[in-house]
């Protein structure tokens, strides 16, 4: 069964600090990864996806992840955070054979101090 | 092009009662998924509707069942409301399957 694990659950950073949040998922195949964010009081908004190709995807915002196969991590990160980047972040993997169902890390709530 | 829509927004129901909830998806997109969110348990797939047909199911009881219509809206309904079942309940739709989805704002099901 798929899993996908994230470390932090909370983490408060200072703008113009820069971020990594870990994500680590379990599956057997080949997968599709993502990052979803869920900015207060809205709704889950795509960040970034990988499907196949350069493993260095970048994303909206400023953002950017690697996916990292030999340690089946796709961590997220940001050189310079804002204040606007406050959220939930969800890192969420779907298999090639998997249709649509994606699995979803346990979230990680940001929050960025002005 | 509009997004994935939810209706309703808010909904209050009682144990016991049951109750439907609609996703329309964004034009053109033919999957359907639909997800529960609780402060407990997080985000959990419960089942993705393609071309009117159920292609995965999450582990949910029976009392949770969907479907889809033929110009790709779907609906979910839940039997027999049990408090464990307020939570916010999410629509995704893609364009095919193993595609990114794009998520609506959600349904927010307070049992009580």
């Known amino acids: 069964a798929q899993s996908v694990s994230q470390h932090n659950h909370h983490v408060i950073l200072s703008e113009a600090a820069s971020l990594e949040l870990g994500c680590n998922y379990s599956y057997g195949g080949t997968v599709n990864l993502f990052w979803y964010v869920q900015y207060p009081g809205q709704h889950l908004q795509l960040l970034l996806k990988y499907f196949s190709g350069d493993p260095l995807v970048k994303g909206i915002k400023g953002f950017e992840a690697e996916f990292i196969k030999s340690k089946f991590s796709f961590n997220l990160r940001k050189p310079s955070v804002q204040w606007s980047d406050t959220a939930e972040y969800f890192c969420?993997?779907?298999?090639?054979?998997?249709?649509?169902?994606?699995?979803f890390g346990g979230g990680t709530r940001l929050m960025v101090k002005p | 092009k509009a997004g994935v829509t939810q209706t309703p927004r808010y909904l209050i129901k009682t144990r016991g009662q049951q109750v439907t909830l609609s996703c329309s998806p964004i034009?053109?997109?033919?999957?359907v998924s639909w997800y529960q969110q609780t402060p407990g348990q997080g985000l959990q797939f419960l089942f993705e509707y393609f071309s009117e047909t159920q292609r995965n199911k999450g582990n949910f009881p029976g009392r949770f069942s969907g479907r889809q219509f033929s110009n790709s809206r779907s609906e979910m309904n839940v039997s027999t409301l049990e408090l464990g079942d307020s939570a916010l309940y999410l629509c995704a739709s893609s364009y095919r399957q193993a595609e990114t989805q794009y998520f609506g704002p959600g349904t927010r099901l307070l049992v009580l």
């Open positions: 034009s053109g997109h033919r999957s």
């Open positions: 969420a993997v779907t298999g090639n054979n998997a249709g649509n169902m994606l699995t």
